[in-house]
């Protein structure tokens, strides 16, 4: 028997409204399977998963990695201190490399926009996005979509989400404005003009340069982190100055829907985009994307090898 083809997961951009959809579902089971452990699942128990990050991360890493041990695969971690890339060995010959020794799950994060895509090119195995650069973070969008589902109990047809603060650099602000205007919800985009694209329809959607009229009415507000590795200059009077205008108080929540739920991909910079207040309030879903972010990797390990 033909063994089937890897299914790549390189970003929201292409991928059909049934996909998402079948990968949130999936994720369901896996949430519920965590919260009620019974052993490992043997869904991937024949599978090796390589996670190559090549930029610091605490939630993706760790996640991917439990969801593949949790699965049941083999997974080996390799980050770019620990790898030859250290030496000045190319992305090129560490994905040979890694090749050879017959992954059937690529997991890579790297800041050069397109190398996944890259990658995918040049294995066997199935390649995962895991953020490149300021490009996307497939995965960020769809735990992020399935935090929404669970904690407002709906489909997110006619939401309305306010997605706020560092878009220039920001791989997250693009995989959920895609993803959340598949799935049927209306997006706002809000940052300081110098962190805006040069192009402002350029992530498609509306786009302002307050973040009071994102929130208007929002049913969702998604705050970003201030990429300061990623600040090649001068772009912001100061953090306070940021915190004080971009900042997320009570007072400019009050102008979301009373329902609204709060969200940050992490690592969160508190008092810059989230007042204290709010980072812990109960409108704050921040580590319910934690959690969902483990079974929604779940899901997307076993779509990439053709497991359900």
Avoid: W
Wanted: charged fraction near 20%; charge should be positive; include cysteine.
């Amino acid at each position: 028997m033909t063994p089937a083809s890897p299914r790549h997961l390189l970003g929201i951009e292409g991928m059909d409204r049934s996909t998402a959809l079948a990968l949130l579902d999936a994720a369901d089971g896996f949430f519920v399977s965590n919260r009620n452990p019974a052993g490992k699942l043997g869904t991937l128990g024949t599978k090796t998963v390589m996670n190559l990050f090549f930029e610091a991360s605490t939630r993706t890493r760790t996640s991917f990695e439990l969801a593949g041990k949790r699965l049941g695969a083999d997974v080996v971690n390799l980050g770019g201190s620990s790898s030859s890339t250290s030496k000045g060995e190319s992305l090129r010959d560490t994905v040979a490399t890694v090749d050879a020794m017959r992954a059937d799950v690529i997991v890579i994060r790297h800041p050069a926009s397109g190398a996944p895509h890259y990658v995918a090119r040049s294995t066997r195995a199935a390649v995962v996005n895991a953020g490149d650069g300021m490009h996307e973070h497939p995965t960020q969008a769809l735990l992020d979509a399935f935090t929404i589902r669970k904690r407002l109990g709906r489909g997110l047809e006619g939401l309305v989400g306010a997605i706020c603060g560092d878009l220039l650099h920001s791989s997250v602000a693009r995989s959920n404005t895609l993803l959340l205007q598949l799935l049927g919800a209306t997006v706002r985009l809000a940052g300081p003009r110098t962190l805006l694209p040069r192009d402002p329809g350029a992530l498609g959607a509306p786009t302002f340069d307050r973040i009071e009229p994102a929130l208007e009415g929002a049913h969702v507000v998604m705050m970003l982190r201030i990429q300061r590795e990623r600040l090649g200059a001068a772009l912001l009077p100061s953090l306070r100055e940021y915190s004080r205008v971009f900042g997320l108080s009570r007072q400019k929540l009050a102008l979301a829907r009373p329902e609204a739920i709060v969200l940050h991909p992490g690592p969160m910079n508190r008092g810059v985009e989230l007042a204290d207040d709010v980072a812990d309030a109960a409108e704050s879903a921040i580590l319910e994307q934690v959690e969902a972010g483990v079974a929604v990797r779940m899901a997307v390990l076993g779509h990439c090898v053709g497991k359900s």
